[in-house]
């Protein structure tokens, strides 16, 4: 079934618009949770609940894209699930580290102007990233939306594992200096 016949489901409060989307998104948000939690169960768990809030959002939201809506939601759900269970110990997993490797270069959000200005880093961010030629694009979007380990963007691409890791933190340093130029406190 086309994306936009899904959505009409969606809007028109068809229950199989949520069974539509599992057969043909299922994997794809299973993969984004998985990559996060790391543990089946919970990655499910999160996946199920896409399903659920695919289906409050909609209407009155209409993706242009279904996919990156959906694959979206499993991650923020699938982070924040994540950041529940690591509250109290900090993880080994591809998770943490990734997030840890932006904390310098993206401004918290936790302050109100953080908060208010947090369009505006998308914004920024965006601009940031359709300036980039396409591979660099792709293995900064693989490693900070996708969470993939360096060792697994360096077998998909061909490339040695220190020249993924160089190319990254050459991003990040090109992102720091963006944002700070455009007014962000990092």
């Known amino acids: 079934m086309e994306d936009h016949q899904i959505v009409a489901l969606y809007w028109a409060r068809e229950e199989l618009a949520i069974t539509e989307s599992a057969a043909k998104y299922g994997g794809y948000c299973l993969e984004i949770a998985l990559r996060i939690l790391a543990a089946r169960e919970d990655a499910e768990e999160c996946v199920n609940d896409t399903w659920l809030r695919a289906w409050d959002a909609m209407p009155p939201h209409r993706p242009e894209r279904l996919d990156t809506f959906l694959g979206k939601i499993a991650r923020n759900l699938s982070l924040d699930r994540w950041k529940r269970s690591n509250a109290q110990k900090r993880g080994q997993g591809q998770t943490a580290l990734a997030l840890a490797e932006l904390e310098g270069c993206v401004p918290s959000s936790s302050t109100v102007e953080g908060t208010l200005d947090a369009k505006a880093l998308t914004e920024c961010l965006d601009r940031f990233l359709a300036e980039l030629p396409r591979q660099k694009r792709v293995l900064f979007v693989q490693r900070y939306w996708y969470l ?30 963006r944002l700070e130029k455009e007014g962000f406190a990092i």
């Open 148 to 177: 993939c380990s360096v060792k697994d963007i360096a077998a998909r691409h061909s490339m040695g594992e220190s020249a993924v890791a160089s190319v990254l933190f050459r991003l990040r340093r090109q992102l720091r200096d």
